[in-house]
């Protein structure tokens, strides 16, 4: 979908240049609807375990310097957001519910389209440590990190991984390694969408889902034993 939607945009952009040009001229309707977005890369490396992000974690920690681009890291891990939600991350987004702490935010505003979507996920001990270690801002709107590109930061994450003989996992694998470890402690999808801050009927989720062969041996164990 949202590789859809951005070859949309360059096919508008296209447009606009060539009517810049000569504003006389109309694209084709059946041209248009003949084009469609095909994908060099539609197969998934297979899920991350968590042996792999150690071993990028250990070569992230031999790059001298990127302390943001380090917490950041572990930010997606601990929350599955993307870097522009997490340079989009601000104190109001950290609220106290019946005693309990929750990170709840709307996901970046390019990810907004017919429906709007929000993140809403717990605070786990070790994302309360991590930020507690970033400095706040005085003002609660303010971004925690204010000179920071989501681009960079899934640059250097793509390098830590490549340092670690990882070629080709980066920032979108950590965000899905939440969605993955919530599905095989049998979290419904539903849910894991609401983590991932998906819409409701979102076919994304589905798509960032991969059944592990050893989980799925740990389920026909199980019912093998139980007869």
Known sequence: QAMESCFKKHMAILRQLIQSVDENYKFHKKLIAGLKYDSLTTDLLPP?????????????????????FKKAFWIMVWTGM??????????????????????????????????????????????????????????????????VKNGSISQMISKYFGRAGLK??????????????????GTSRDWIGQALGHAFDSEVTR????????????????ISNQG
């Not at 992230?60 to 302390?67: D, L, P, S």
């Open 48 to 68: 991350l375990t968590r042996d792999q992000i150690n071993k990028a974690w250990d070569q992230a920690q031999k790059v001298r310097g990127g302390k943001i």
């Open 82 to 147: 993307e870097p522009m939600d997490i340079v989009d991350l601000k104190p109001k987004h950290f609220v106290k519910i019946q005693g309990h702490d929750w990170l709840i935010k709307d996901r970046h505003k390019n990810h907004l389209k017919k429906h709007k979507t929000k993140i809403k996920i717990p605070v786990v001990p070790e994302l309360k440590k991590i930020m507690s270690d970033v400095p706040v801002p005085l003002d609660k709107n303010a971004p925690y990190f204010p000179n």
């Open 168 to 185: 080709g996992y980066g920032a979108k694998y950590l965000r899905r390694y939440l969605g993955e470890r919530m599905l095989d402690i």
């Open 207 to 222: 798509r960032y889902m991969r059944v592990r062969d050893d989980k799925m041996i740990e389920v026909f164990e199980k």
